[in-house]
């Protein structure tokens, strides 16, 4: 089932896409993607987004993660330590090279 918010997005753009190819001299036209009080009174209410955060690790137990980690195998383990190390975000971790990283800066036994 499509995602309310993507389907408001793509109704969106289809209006921008019509209204910007759209003959403005025609009195009759009416945009069919615009979004009228008609269609709003006939979808379904947002429901209230519910945002829930991740609890944090108390900062008496990092010293044992971090042990865990390092004798951790993979690179799920290797990529966490250094995004601890680097207060990067996961997806500039996940997409990084090892050209980008300075490896001489860093003393992480791998």
């Known amino acids: 089932m499509i995602e309310r918010e993507t389907a408001n997005r793509v109704r969106g753009r289809i ?3 019509i209204a910007k190819n759209a003959n403005i ?3 009759d036209f009416r945009n069919p993607a615009e979004l009228t009080k008609q269609l709003r009174e006939k979808l379904p209410k947002r429901p209230k987004r519910v945002i829930r955060h991740h609890p944090a ?3 008496a137990d990092a010293a044992q993660l971090m042990s865990e980690l390092r004798i951790a195998e993979g690179r799920a383990a290797l990529a966490l330590r250094f995004l601890i190390f ?3 975000r996961t997806n500039e ?4 090279k090892w050209t980008e990283i300075d490896r001489t800066c860093c003393r992480m036994a791998v």
């Open 93 to 96: 971790i996940v997409g990084a």
């Open 25 to 27: 001299d025609d009195p």
């Open 57 to 59: 690790l108390p900062y």
């Open 86 to 88: 680097t207060v990067c």
């Open 15 to 17: 209006e921008t896409i």
